[in-house]
Every structure is written in C-alpha cells, then in structure tokens.
C-alpha cells in the first residue's frame, strides 16, 4: 500500500461561489448551519442550512404549486427537459465527480462513474416514458359493449431521502422517472452530501426544468423525515434496513406508498470452474470498490475447498498493494471512508471479530495519516455469526473468506442472513452459474461480474428481497410506482339483467354460458 500523502488542492472547480450558490437553494429560516467538511482533511468547506418543520412545509407548498402545471405540461415538452439535461450532465461530470469526492472522500474512478447514473437513466426513461405513461384502452367485462381505459397520473410531490454513498447518483437518478411522469420532488440528501444532488438539481433547472419543482431540504433524518413523510404523497428511501423500518411505518400509517432500498450483506460465490484471476479483480472491486460503501458490494466469499488458498493467497496480495490515499485525480484505487465517526463503526466490526476468534488476512486498522477517515484494504477468515460482521452490514472495506464444501451448501450459506440485495457467482459455464444463482434469496443476481451488470442494466427492476427493501428502481416499475393508475370504464349498452319478459332463471343460464363462451374468446 503507498504509504505517502501528496499535499491535496481543492479542484478548482468547487470555488466559494459555486458552494454559496448551492446552498442559497436549501431554506433554513432559522439561519442554523450544518459545517460540510472535505472528507480528504476534515476542513470545512461551507455551511449547510438546516430546514425547519415551516420551511419543508413551504418547500412542499411551492412543489405543489409546480407540479400542477408540470402534470399539465405535455408529456413531449416534459421529455425535451430531460433530453438537453443528458447532455449538461455529461458536459459538466468532471465538477460534479469533483464535488462528490470532496464531500465523500471517494477515489477519482468511482466518483466519475458515479456521474453516469443519472445520465444512464434519463436515456432510459426518454425511450420508454411515452409507452408507459400512455393510455391503455382494454375490453371490459362484455365484449364489444364495454371498455376499460388504464389512465396513469402523477402522484403529486414525491419525497425522496437518500443516503451519502452515492449522494448524486440517488439524489439525481430516482428523481428523474418521478419528474417524468409529472411530479414535483421534494429531495433530502444526507448533511455530509448535499452539494453534487444540489448541483445536479441546478444542472436539471439549466435545462428547463421549472423553477420550484425540484426543492431540497437539509437536516438530521430524524428532525427532517416526518414532516417530509407527512406532507409527501409517496416515499422513496434509500439507506439502512434500520432506518428503512421508520420510514415505512410512518408512510403506512399515512396511507401512502413507499419503495425502500436497503442495506445488503451481499455473497461472492466462486465455483469449481471459475477463471480464477478473473474472480480475484472482481472481488478486489466487490470489497474494496467505493472503500467498501456500496450497497451491492460484497462482505462475504465463499469458495471451493480445493481452490480456497490460491485465491486467498493472490487476493491478499491484491489487497496489499491497492494504491490507498486521498487525491482528487484518478491515481489511487482506494479513497477514504465517509466520516470518522463510520470509520469508528467500520473498526469496531473488525475488532469485534479478532476478539471473538477471526484472522486479520491483511488491514484491519485505521490509517490517520493518510486522512482522518481512512481504513485498510481488510480481509478476514474464520468470521462466525456470533462476530457483528458476521450478519450485520459492515458497509466498509471489510470482507470474509468461507470454505465449501458442495455447491448446496454455497447456496444455504449465501442464503443464510436476513438481507437479499445483491449476490455474484463466478464460474466457467454460464448455464450452471445461472442455476446457482436462480437458487439465491436476492433481488439482484451477477454472473461472472459483481454488481454493475446488473445496476447498469436500466430496463429491469432492481430492489432487495427480505430486509434489503420493498419495491424496485428501474425498469417499467421504476416509473409506474411515481403514478396512479386510474380505470375509466365505458359502457356503450346497458345489456346487465334480465330483458323484458325473461325470467331471472333464463338470465342466469344466458350469463352462465356466456362466461364459458367469454373464457374461449380472445377479445381483449
Ligand atoms: P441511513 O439509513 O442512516 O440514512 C439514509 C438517509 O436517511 C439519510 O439522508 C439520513 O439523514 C436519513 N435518515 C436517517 N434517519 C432518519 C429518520 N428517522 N427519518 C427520516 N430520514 C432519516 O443510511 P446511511 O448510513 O446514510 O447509508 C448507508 C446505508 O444505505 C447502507 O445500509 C447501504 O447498504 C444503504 N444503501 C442502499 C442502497 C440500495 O439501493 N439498496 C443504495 C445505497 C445505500
């Protein structure tokens, strides 16, 4: 690992102008502040507005008011939006990767590809938007006599809370597919990321999005969340599975829907046939890949008892000579941990498990002098269930190494957690691969690759099973859940009942055969 600190500049793209522009948009009637630092130094960068219960109140007041000329705007002009913001986005991802490294600490390669996401998705949604949001006319119950018309609307103000690992890329990305379909967005990023969402909602507003429909609110979750809750007519949360509970409940009671993306403790299958240098560079992404702060990220390996020391040998070796440091150009492999006070959990999952019986493979401690949130590359062997890392999220640059012996018990011991975000099988024939997989309790499943297949993969839902959420990003879903679907039912003849003169005994038996009729015909 480099164990020197080249003296570090700010990008000088993050000017104070640019910072005091970013926060002017975020209401904070009291005048109170939050200190954003530069997670590389732990310098304040700017000071960040705190909303009160009254400012996110008026926040949504002025979204509503936007959003009901946004929903009467034609679906057309709405997409124009989105198509001149495609290319502001990608004309300006080198400010936006420099904001996200400063107010994240993460390495220079994940912060650019970070910038594609919303990119990614708005192509997306530009192609299939007018499909699905278009009316469906459909048969009814009598054919020939009645119709039934599927009409999509928007919901109104949809609230999103999002988390500080990918603050951009959730801030931004969820967002689009709600504003496509007509709503306005009120968006909460975490205190510590607040500036690339901001910027991103500037870049959106640069490209003709009206002013008012995208409004951003700062705050503690706890002080923030249930006025947002309150006031939204549908939730999307990104974060932990903890915090994900409270926003359910609350969205529950008041009748609303949610999507929740959760935490993961995702597994890395090697199976017998695996290349595998392949399977090693993908793990040491999968670990080590955002420091370790990516939801679909791998915390657990398990690999075939005859192959276990070669990987484990080349792995170590791989881990060891990661280039770790803070730098805002693309040289280091690694960057920092978000904060000290994750780093503190981070370190206190890897303690806990040396003090109940595990082996530190390579890392395991802090590195200050790189930065005051840095941590090793760390990996470990012999971690159990009774260690916190051995069921709990680690979310940082924490991985374990398991032996199997058949593939059957690879798939019980991927299976065996509470979690089911993301898994990855490496192996030879893709066909068997793809059965081992099929057989994981997970939302998103990766042959051959650990995550980005399938993230990147826009056209299908992508959500956690059992703790890791309700609801999927992406896909045809991704956009319908921002909707209602309302049924406007026709009925060109009243033809229901018995006519004239007919007994309700021969109406009965006339309705009873034309269900058996109804059943054979292929009128829709
Ligand atoms: P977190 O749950 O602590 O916070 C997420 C967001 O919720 C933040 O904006 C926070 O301020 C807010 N929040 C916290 N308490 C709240 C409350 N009571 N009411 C309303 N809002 C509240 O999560 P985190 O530590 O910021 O993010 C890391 C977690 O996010 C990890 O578990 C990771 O796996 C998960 N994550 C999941 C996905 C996914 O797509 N499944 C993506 C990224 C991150």
Same mark, same amino acid.
């Given at each position: 690992?480099?164990?020197?600190?080249?003296?570090?500049?700010?990008?000088?793209?993050?000017?104070?102008?640019?910072?005091?522009?970013?926060?002017?948009?975020?209401?904070?009637?009291?005048?109170?502040?939050?200190?954003?630092?530069?997670?590389?130094?732990?310098?304040?960068?700017?000071?960040?507005?705190?909303?009160?219960?009254?400012?996110?109140?008026?926040?949504?007041?002025?979204?509503?008011?936007?959003?009901?000329?946004?929903?009467?705007?034609?679906?057309?002009?709405?997409?124009?939006?989105?198509?001149?913001?495609?290319?502001?986005?990608?004309?300006?991802?080198?400010?936006?990767?420099?904001?996200?490294?400063?107010?994240?600490?993460?390495?220079?390669?994940?912060?650019?590809?970070?910038?594609?996401?919303?990119?990614?998705?708005?192509?997306?949604?530009?192609?299939?938007?007018?499909?699905?949001?278009?009316?469906?006319?459909?048969?009814?119950?009598?054919?020939?006599?009645?119709?039934?018309?599927?009409?999509?609307?928007?919901?109104?103000?949809?609230?999103?809370?999002?988390?500080?690992?990918?603050?951009?890329?959730?801030?931004?990305?969820?967002?689009?597919?709600?504003?496509?379909?007509?709503?306005?967005?009120?968006?909460?990023?975490?205190?510590?990321?607040?500036?690339?969402?901001?910027?991103?909602?500037?870049?959106?507003?640069?490209?003709?999005?009206?002013?008012?429909?995208?409004?951003?609110?700062?705050?503690?979750?706890?002080?923030?969340?249930?006025?947002?809750?309150?006031?939204?007519?549908?939730?999307?949360?990104?974060?932990?599975?903890?915090?994900?509970?409270?926003?359910?409940?609350?969205?529950?009671?008041?009748?609303?829907?949610?999507?929740?993306?959760?935490?993961?403790?995702?597994?890395?299958?090697?199976?017998?046939?695996?290349?595998?240098?392949?399977?090693?560079?993908?793990?040491?992404?999968?670990?080590?890949?955002?420091?370790?702060?990516?939801? $679909?990220?791998?915390?657990?390996?398990?690999?075939?008892?005859? /192959?276990?020391? @070669?990987?484990? +040998?080349?792995? &170590? =070796? !791989?881990?060891?000579?990661?280039?770790?440091?803070?730098?805002?150009?693309?040289?280091?492999? $690694?960057?920092?941990?978000?904060?000290?006070?994750?780093?503190? /959990?981070?370190? @206190?999952?890897? +303690?806990?498990? &040396? =003090? !109940?019986?595990?082996?530190?493979?390579?890392?395991?401690?802090?590195?200050?002098?790189?930065?005051?949130?840095?941590?090793?590359?760390?990996?470990?062997?012999?971690?159990?269930?009774?260690?916190?890392?051995?069921?709990?999220?680690?979310?940082?640059?924490?991985?374990?190494?398991?032996?199997?012996?058949?593939?059957?018990?690879?798939?019980?011991?991927?299976?065996?957690?509470?979690?089911?975000?993301?898994?990855?099988?490496?192996?030879?024939?893709?066909?068997?691969?793809?059965?081992?997989?099929?057989?994981?309790?997970?939302?998103?499943?990766?042959?051959?690759?650990?995550?980005?297949?399938?993230?990147?993969?826009?056209?299908?839902?992508?959500?956690?099973?059992?703790?890791?959420?309700?609801?999927?990003?992406?896909?045809?879903?991704?956009?319908?859940?921002?909707?209602?679907?309302?049924?406007?039912?026709?009925?060109?003849?009243?033809?229901?009942?018995?006519?004239?003169?007919?007994?309700?005994?021969?109406?009965?038996?006339?309705?009873?055969?034309?269900?058996?009729?109804?059943?054979?015909?292929?009128?829709?």
């Amino acid at each position: 690992m480099t164990l020197t600190q080249p003296a570090l500049t700010r990008p000088a793209s993050v000017t104070d102008a640019l910072l005091r522009q970013l926060v002017a948009r975020v209401p904070g009637s009291t005048g109170a502040t939050w200190t954003l630092t530069e997670v590389y130094t732990g310098d304040a960068v700017v000071g960040l507005p705190q909303s009160t219960p009254g400012d996110i109140e008026q926040a949504f007041a002025t979204a509503r008011a936007a959003q009901r000329k946004w929903a009467a705007t034609p679906l057309k002009q709405r997409l124009a939006v989105f198509r001149r913001a495609h290319a502001i986005f990608v004309g300006n991802a080198r400010t936006v990767a420099d904001l996200i490294q400063v107010e994240s600490g993460k390495n220079r390669r994940m912060a650019i590809e970070e910038t594609c996401d919303p990119a990614m998705v708005m192509s997306h949604y530009l192609k299939r938007a007018a499909k699905l949001l278009a009316s469906t006319t459909r048969g009814g119950p009598v054919p020939l006599l009645t119709t039934s018309t599927e009409i999509r609307q928007p919901k109104g103000v949809v609230g999103i809370i999002a988390p500080w690992n990918f603050p951009f890329a959730t801030g931004i990305s969820d967002a689009v597919p709600a504003l496509v379909a007509g709503n306005a967005v009120v968006l909460k990023p975490d205190n510590k990321t607040a500036l690339s969402p901001l910027y991103g909602v500037q870049l959106l507003e640069e490209a003709g999005l009206p002013e008012g429909l995208f409004q951003v609110v700062c705050g503690e979750g706890p002080d923030v969340g249930p006025t947002l809750i309150d006031h939204a007519d549908y939730v999307m949360f990104t974060g932990s599975t903890a915090t994900g509970k409270i926003i359910g409940e609350r969205a529950g009671r008041n009748l609303i829907g949610c999507c929740l993306e959760l935490g993961g403790k995702n597994p890395m299958i090697v199976l017998d046939d695996a290349d595998l240098d392949a399977a090693v560079r993908g793990a040491v992404f999968g670990a080590f890949g955002n420091t370790g702060q990516i939801c $679909m990220h791998i915390e657990r390996i398990y690999l075939p008892r005859s /192959r276990y020391d @070669s990987f484990k +040998d080349a792995f &170590v =070796a !791989k881990a060891r000579a990661l280039d770790v440091r803070a730098s805002y150009d693309f040289g280091p492999d $690694m960057g920092s941990l978000v904060s000290v006070d994750h780093m503190r /959990r981070v370190q @206190s999952h890897v +303690d806990d498990a &040396v =003090a !109940k019986g595990a082996t530190v493979l390579c890392g395991g401690s802090p590195r200050p002098d790189l930065g005051p949130a840095f941590f090793e590359p760390t990996i470990l062997e012999g971690v159990t269930k009774d260690m916190h890392c051995g069921v709990t999220e680690t979310f940082g640059p924490v991985v374990a190494l398991y032996k199997y012996g058949t593939v059957d018990e690879a798939v019980a011991l991927a299976n065996d957690t509470d979690y089911g975000l993301n898994a990855s099988v490496w192996g030879g024939d893709v066909a068997a691969a793809c059965g081992v997989a099929s057989r994981i309790e997970s939302g998103n499943l990766n042959i051959n690759d650990i995550l980005a297949t399938a993230y990147a993969s826009k056209g299908t839902p992508s959500g956690g099973l059992k703790s890791s959420g309700v609801g999927a990003r992406h896909g045809d879903q991704g956009l319908l859940k921002y909707t209602d679907a309302k049924n406007m039912a026709v009925l060109k003849k009243q033809v229901m009942g018995p006519r004239a003169g007919q007994t309700y005994e021969k109406y009965v038996q006339g309705m009873l055969s034309g269900l058996k009729i109804m059943r054979r015909l292929r009128i829709r």
